[in-house]
């Protein structure tokens, strides 16, 4: 009997389609279970073999609880707005909605040809008007709420494609995608008020089950730190506010730094004596991205000023005032203060520009290298300070500045605004006109949703408008609140909308009336696991946590995080062990892999492949093996007999594998739970037969692996009904214990023999079971035995002379 792979598991596929089998119950009673994968953008290059491991990892914790006997909600959308499908429809002038249409259908059939049970009656899509009414409705909220703002900001812009750019597509000062000069341009964008959230947003991490590198990773983007806010006085008259966390180390402040942007510069052109100078460094500072300019590694720039100096404020000296494009405007307050002894940064600047170098805090060469390591310690060349450690220093100083005047405590956070506005076609439209008389004013919510217009041209304008910009007809519209002459706003929102939210909509999909209902939010929310990338324990966890305490706030969620455990995944790397790219030719296609092996064999696989937290190579050698499981699974059929419970020999394996099978699903262990399953294959193997009670549960515990070949096996033996139906296989503690255990017996500490012992056996008994061993008796005949040890379980050591 062939085992066939492809009919099998199209079969099973068209019967839960047309069953429904993996529908969520909107039956509130029953204990649920709300499982969550990142949706995903839907490229033209369709899956790769990295997706399959984070879905299969979920589907086979989501199968696992249904056969537990919970309602299990695991949905599965598309997060379908954004730049990727831009460029491809204006490359090869395809509308983006088609580009998306395309591409989620090709998505679609690949993760139901992997027979993953997500609920297909859920499925979202942000570009759909019925979802980003909802999207638009929540900025609707913020804005009301004074959490969406308009702000003048510089941005990165391209010369050549005539657009705004994100840090990360400037490389080198070039535009990555093209290769054009990038410029810093001002521009209004819109923000979102996520810094007023910060501390909340640190705080709440104690409610929830995150690893310990993804709660790391926020609090990090975050960013919190305790310090002061000093004010530094100026030859020119005006005050240089400069936050630090190290204000006990004021006294070795030889110089300050500011931002290229820094509006005091315009303020004092005509003290100046270098504007030229100042201007040109301007100029080359307007090419680089936020993240070159912050680069640790890369060589220090920078002017110094010729008419203004700063003024240290605990000794009146004068110091030298810099510009520098590693100090951002948009970070703190665009001013920093220079402690050379303590910095190396400020150190490798201070020897560039032969600055003096002062220690404050005792303990390395400053001239060789700043002392780094300067969290303790004590003060010198400090005044006042002198002889303190440095924790009474930072105390006795903020004292000292909140007493003179001169400054204050504060706690300040990296974490920045989130800048909300991009000047592109698809994205979801901003629900705002802008009326001359009543400032920007939100469409009302029956108006909802404001769909994307139908455009001829989807390209950049050229003056780094949205493409909506030049639709004159749509642009101008009346005001919702006095009815006059108004325009609507033509800046789209980024991708990350569609996504801070999109774990709700699942809760009541088709709900035109609210986001989703009260009760359904109730019941299903939050997420019971959520596993994903580690790239987006960042700003995706971050900007969907944001949105989810919003709405908390607003009343509509229950309770204040949308995720109680999130878990990430490893990458799958190339053969070579790099990661996939076809620039590297080691990409591997999921289609081919299900051609050649199976789905069942695939989800096995990436499994199997290594410890799933962390990267793993792919090997199309080691896939071979997981093919040959499940053909000696397969092969079982012909070796059944009655029975419905495990025999003697076999029931210490079985308990055992279950135990070990459960436990490791919910430790992400899935490849020792296959590697448990194997070793019982083999223990079965060597009885050359197996009850149907063994084969049950043998499938029960394979089907979350391998959901095809189990239902078709479960099928072929008249098990009744499927096994998805099934409910999950339970173990005794008592009978997970070994009935019997092998002690090493040693002479003198070295083995001589092996013996066989029941589990319970007493020290007196293995003893005697140990000297009469054949191996053992000859080497004690005539001897004194003067030491008998029994280590419990493992092994006697017996000393004789």
Known sequence: MKYDFAGIEKKWQDIWDKNNTFAAKNDYTKPKFYALVEFPYPSGQGL?????????????????????????????????????????????????????????????????????????????????????????????????????????MAVNWCTSCKVVLANEEVVGGVCERCG???????????????????????????????????????????????????????????????????????????YMVISPEHPYLAQWADRIHNMDDIRAYQAEAAKKSDFERTEVVKEKT????????GVNPVNGKEIPIFVSDYVLMTYGTGAIMAVPAHDTRDWEFAKKFNLPIIEVVRGGDVEKEAFTDCETGVMVNSDFLDGLSVEEAKEKIKDWLSETGKGHPKVNYKLRDWVFSRQRYWGEPIPLVYCEKCGWVPLPESELPLRLPEVESYEPTGDGESPLAAMDEWVNTTCPHCGGPAKRETDTMPQWAGSSWYFLRYCDPHNDEALASKEALDYWMPVDWYNGGMEHTTLHLLYSRFWSKFLYDLGILSKPEPYQKRTSHGMILGENGEKMSKSRGNVVNPDEIVGEYGADTMRLYEMFIGDFEKAAPWSSSSIKGCKRFLDRIWALQENVIPGEGYRKELETAFHQTIKKVSEDIEALKFNTAIAAMMSLLNDISATGSITRGEYKTLLILLNPFAPHISEEIWEAQQMGGMVNEAQWVSYDEDKCKESTIEIAVQICGKIRARITVPADIDKDSVLVQAKADPAVAPLLSGKQIVKEIYVPGKLVNIVAK
């Open 48 to 152: 790769h073999v990295g997706h399959p491991r984070s879905y299969t990892a979920l589907d086979i914790v989501a199968r696992k609880r249904r056969l537990q006997g919970y309602n299990v909600l695991y949905p599965m959308g598309w997060d379908a707005f954004g730049l990727p499908t831009e460029n491809f429809a204006i490359k090869n002038h395809i509308h983006p909605e088609i580009v998306t249409k395309n591409n989620v259908a090709r998505f679609k059939q690949q993760l139901k040809s992997l027979g993953l049970s997500f609920d297909w009656n859920r499925e979202i899509n942000t570009t759909d008007p019925d979802y980003y009414k909802w999207t638009q409705w929540i900025f609707i909220q913020l804005f009301k709420k004074g959490l969406a703002y308009k702000k003048e």
């Open 302 to 309: 920078g002017v110094k000023i010729d008419g203004v100096c």
């Open 180 to 254: 054009g000069e990038v410029i810093r341009k001002v521009k209004s964008q819109w923000m979102l008020k996520i810094t007023e959230y910060a501390q909340r947003l640190i705080d709440d991490l104690d409610l929830v089950d995150y690893m310990d590198k993804i709660k790391i990773s926020q609090k990090n983007w975050i960013g919190r730190s305790t310090g002061a806010e000093v004010d530094f006085g100026t030859t020119a008259g005006d005050v240089l506010k400069v936050y630090t966390t190290r204000p006990d180390t004021l006294f070795g402040a030889t």
